[in-house]
């Protein structure tokens, strides 16, 4: 069975930092790209950060560029993201994907909420 479990969520104040994880089980974590994307209430989904094969090589949305860090441990089958520099719009549930390099195949987690708030 294919899981991706996010944890971490919770309410920060503006300019603190949060740190999200999503545990994978069930398939060959290493031969997945990664991504984090969020969803505000009354929004749309939005990609936030990916990291690729490659540990070196991650995207970032601009809205989060500079602020935000996204890095994977392939040995914990756990993606991270660090949320630094917390802006109220930041607030949203923030959900792992998962998608195997060279493949459709593709996976979301259950999703985590994230609140920034004075």
């Known amino acids: 069975q294919v899981q991706l479990v996010e944890s971490g969520g919770g309410s920060a104040q503006p300019g603190g930092s949060l740190r999200l994880s999503c545990a994978a089980s069930?398939?060959?974590?290493?031969?997945?790209?990664m991504s984090w994307s969020r969803q505000a209430p009354g929004k749309g989904l939005e990609w936030v950060s990916s990291?690729?094969?490659?540990?070196?090589?991650?995207y970032y949305a601009d809205s989060v560029k500079g602020r935000f860090t996204i890095s994977r441990d392939n040995a914990k089958n756990t993606v991270y993201l660090q949320m630094n520099s917390l802006k109220p719009e930041d607030t949203a549930v923030y959900y792992c994907?998962?998608?195997?390099?060279?493949?459709?195949?593709?996976?979301w987690g259950q999703g985590t909420q994230v609140t920034v708030s004075s």
């Open positions: 069930g398939f060959t974590f290493s031969s997945y790209g």
């Open positions: 994907y998962g998608k195997r390099i060279g493949s459709r195949d593709d996976y």
């Open positions: 990291i690729d094969n490659d540990v070196s090589v991650t």
